[in-house]
């Protein structure tokens, strides 16, 4: 799929938080994904990940505002059953690696669409 971008949630966080150390840079990013006319798709399990860590860090008022926010501007995905199964087939043979759902799910997903993190 061509004209996105799948969000994850590190930039989705430092977006958020003035004091992360890459604010700024999501802040960039952002501004650059709009001159080139890209679109952010944010995948529902990374929305529901974003919603927490920001929640947790930074209280209820950054996380409904940070929710505000990618509803208004962002395209919102749902994963698939098989997005669900790449994921868990990938993390099995990493034992060694502390692999999460939501960064397998997203990375199925950029397979499927063909579109970068």
Known sequence: MRGIVLADTGPLY???DRDDTHHNRAHDELLRLQAENLKVVVPYPILLESYSLVLRKLGSGEARALLAEVTRTAILTNATTE???DASVTIL???DQ???LFDTVLAAMSDRLEAPV
């Open 98 to 100: 502390d692999l999460t």
């Open 83 to 85: 997005d669900y199964r």
């Open 93 to 95: 043979p990493y034992r």
């Open 14 to 16: 430092a977006a958020r």
